[in-house]
């Protein structure tokens, strides 16, 4: 084995499963909370890009006030989608099936209106230096550093806030049992807009991680928005570190993978794993089995 | 080129939570649902639908200039003669940039040609979603029975290859400049406005990495399936070694629309190659080249296209990027070229780039088959005859090549129906495109070598 190789895919790995993480995270605490399959999840993602761009681009503003913007956009229209679109379906008893129905209508449409307000063309923020560090033969660049760290950091605020925070167990008693948490006197609108706001905000963290090294394009929310979905259901719906395990899992089987195989057969390798380990653990990774 | 179709599929592999639908909520859901797919199909802004021409934006003075080069308008020129034609593009989704110029270059070659007082070019264009073949079939299908084509510009590779059946039951005088595939070649009533996409360029482009980096002896080729297979698998490692004697020390493929090369970029690493030959195209170039130079590959890599999009990801170190190419240049003074180039800044604001070149082009292809089936006395909107006419006289006039006194001229070849263009080998400066070589596709069983001019 090319041990120089497996170090270097073991950290692209870790880089790109904290991402990931994150991604699992941010649809894990929505979807486990709420039961809504909300793929609209991707304008979330592609807002906050689009804010940023916009507010450095056109405002002039300096990068990390744009990047602020951009935070407030993804987590403003997360918010946005539950007040305007979900809510008002849940108050008229639409069914699971109903919202999720228009939650991929949301998810088809505004990249669509992005288009036509930006246009079909890449989109970039400017971009700091961006170093390379050398260990040996293993490389990695500063913002994959800096990606790493604030993955890390942001998934252990928001499974610390949900464990041992009373709003968390608020969230967590929602998660469980929504009716007994409503006869307890837990105002369920609030917590469903924190999750929403919350998961909101940590994936337009992950599309900004994205667009200062890459470019916004209109679609860009929705391929993120999978990998998010897939990570937590990996990992264990309800359990913030499983998503994020369920996450950092995928990075690594999907660089792994490139040990003894082609690339381009990694999606198989992630594939076929998350279904084996399903089978066995249909609960996922960290999830709890239904009593 | 192709949409990112893998991941289309994933979420219905997954169980659901369990739901109670009722028939009500569904409707209601419908609705609502209904609701957004209209806002979303309005972002196709031209999809499926016909293409009004204006020419408000068209210089009246274009119509001597163009007159000059391809002859009188009028009754010779066509005039009152109506062909309905289809553009079959990416409108919407990843590919929506290259639907945007290419249809771009049609809509201005119509325009231009109504006000030179050339036949009436009756565009229709309709969204293949970014190589979505279940769609480019409807697509094509809605165009012939409903819009009652005889022309298609098509696009990409896949989608392309899928209508080829359709292409011939319906006798649609198609080409395709955006996405020319070997499985296209040669097929009836499809002819091909580009060289083959990678396949035609690459001996030139490493024969002049052969003779620029005299010690590379080890070649590393990056590509997808979708286009470029032939030159990934064979063209290009038979090259290599007639023209280094080296090897080719990794051989690795992508999915196209992948943004995350690092494994990629760690397997050639560890293949320590002294140069690169890839065949990634759109924004897949400009990742592959920023994740290399990221990671310390510092060795020179050739690509087979120049995309603004590229280099917008690709920030500063696509400046160490090469390409190999029948790279269209605004700056060419031939006269025909200045006439596209001023149109296109008067009606789009912008100057055009390679895929609205060719699409513009290929309308004036239409433009002067038609004047030359009129002058035998013919029906223009016969496109039997029209290919007749191509097949009797394969050489038009072209944006390509050509000085400031005459246009360039590109050749089709009736046999396989592929083109021939002049090609060049490019390096990017300041993140444009300097043409460093002249290349041609070298004759069959040629030393690649004779691919550098």
């Known amino acids: 084995m090319d041990l120089s190789l497996l170090a270097q895919l073991t950290v692209s790995g870790i880089v790109v499963g904290s991402s990931y993480a994150l991604l699992g995270v941010s649809f894990g605490v929505i979807y486990a909370t709420t039961k809504i399959f909300h793929l609209a999840h991707a304008v979330a993602y592609a807002a906050a890009a689009y804010a940023a761009v916009w507010a450095a681009n056109t405002l002039g503003l300096p990068l990390a006030v744009a990047l602020l913007v951009g935070l407030a956009a993804g987590a403003l229209f997360g918010l946005l989608i539950e007040v305007v679109f979900y809510r008002p379906m849940r108050k008229r008893n639409a069914t699971l099936l109903t919202i999720f129905l228009v939650s991929l209508g949301i998810s088809v449409a505004f990249p669509n209106l992005i288009q036509i307000v930006f246009g079909p063309d890449n989109q970039t923020l400017p971009r700091p230096d961006n170093p390379t560090y050398s260990l040996g033969a293993v490389t990695v660049s500063r913002h994959d550093v800096i990606a790493v760290l604030v993955s890390w950091v942001l998934i252990a605020a928001v499974a610390t806030f949900v464990s041992r925070t009373r709003f968390g167990r608020s969230i967590t008693a929602m998660r469980t049992n929504p009716t007994m948490a409503e006869a307890v006197g837990i105002d369920s609108k609030r917590v469903y807009t924190v999750v929403f706001a919350l998961g909101s905000l940590l994936v337009a963290v992950a599309a900004l991680l994205f667009t200062t090294k890459g470019v916004a394009t209109p679609t860009m929310g929705l391929q993120p928005t999978l990998i998010g979905f897939i990570a937590a259901f990996l990992g264990g719906i309800g359990s913030q570190w ?6 950092l899992a995928l990075g690594l089987l999907s660089s792994w993978s490139a040990l003894y195989l082609q690339v381009d057969y990694g999606p198989v390798v992630v594939f076929g794993a998350m279904f ?14 239904a009593a | 080129m192709s949409n990112r179709r893998k991941l289309a599929s994933v979420p219905s592999r997954l169980s659901f939570p369990s739901v109670d639908v009722s028939r009500r909520g569904f409707l209601r859901g419908s609705a609502v649902l209904g609701g957004v797919s209209l806002l979303a199909a309005c972002g196709g802004n031209d999809s499926g639908s016909s293409s009004s021409i204006s020419t408000a934006k068209v210089d009246p003075e274009v119509a001597g200039g163009l007159n000059d080069i391809f002859g009188p308008g009028g009754k010779e020129g066509g005039a009152g003669v109506t062909l309905s034609a289809g553009m079959l593009l990416a409108i919407t989704g990843q590919g929506s940039f290259f639907g945007k110029v290419m249809g771009n270059g049609a809509k201005l070659a119509a325009a231009q040609i109504k006000v030179a007082d050339g036949i009436n070019y009756d565009l229709h264009i309709a969204d293949h979603k970014s190589g979505d073949v279940p769609t480019a079939l409807t697509a094509t299908r809605q165009l ?16 392309s290859e899928a209508i080829v059946p359709l292409i011939g039951q319906n006798k649609l005088l198609s080409f395709n400049g955006g996405g020319s595939s070997p499985g296209q070649v040669g097929k009836p009533f499809l002819w091909q406005t580009r060289m083959i996409f990678g396949d035609d360029p690459c001996p030139g482009g490493l024969a002049w990495i052969a003779r620029e980096f005299p010690d590379a002896k080890k070649l590393a080729i990056v590509g997808t399936q979708e286009n470029g297979v032939a030159g990934a698998s064979t063209i290009a490692p038979e090259a290599w070694k007639s023209l280094t004697g080296g090897e080719v020390v990794a051989n690795e493929q992508h999915d196209v629309g992948a943004t995350d090369f690092s494994s990629i970029v760690a397997r050639i690493k560890s293949a320590a190659p002294d140069a690169i030959l890839t065949f990634s195209f759109g924004d897949d170039a400009g990742y592959l080249v920023k994740q290399l130079r990221e990671a310390d590959v510092d060795v020179p890599v050739m690509g087979i296209e120049f995309t603004e999009q590229a280099a917008k990801v690709a920030g500063a170190s696509y400046d160490t990027y090469n390409f190999c190419t029948d ?3 605004p700056k060419n003074p031939n006269p025909w070229n200045k006439i596209f180039v ?3 800044n008067d009606m789009f604001g912008e100057d055009p780039e390679y895929y609205g070149a060719n699409y513009y082009e290929e309308v004036f292809f239409v433009w002067e088959l038609a004047r030359r089936v009129l002058a035998d006395g013919g029906d223009p909107t016969d496109t039997t005859a029209l290919q007749e006419a191509l097949v009797a006289n394969p050489t038009f006039k072209s944006l390509y090549g050509g000085d400031a006194s005459a246009t360039g001229e590109v050749t089709f070849n009736p046999d396989d129906h592929t083109i021939s263009k002049p090609m060049g080998v490019f390096k990017v400066v300041g993140g444009q495109p300097e043409k460093v070589a002249d290349i041609v596709k070298p004759e069959a069983g040629a030393d690649p070598a004779t691919a550098l001019v």
Do not use: C, E, M, N
Not at chain 1, 242 to 247: D, E, F, H, K, V
Not at chain 2, 148 to 158: H, M, N, P
């Open chain 1, 242 to 247: 499983g998503a994020a395990l369920g996450g």
């Open chain 1, 276 to 289: 084996l380990v399903l089978l066995v653990r249909p609960q996922g990774l960290l999830g709890k089995a």
């Open chain 2, 144 to 159: 012939v029975t409903q819009d009652q084509i005889k022309i298609l510009q098509t696009s990409y590779g896949a989608p």
């Open chain 2, 327 to 329: 790279f269209y240049d």
């Open chain 2, 342 to 344: 001023d149109g296109h």
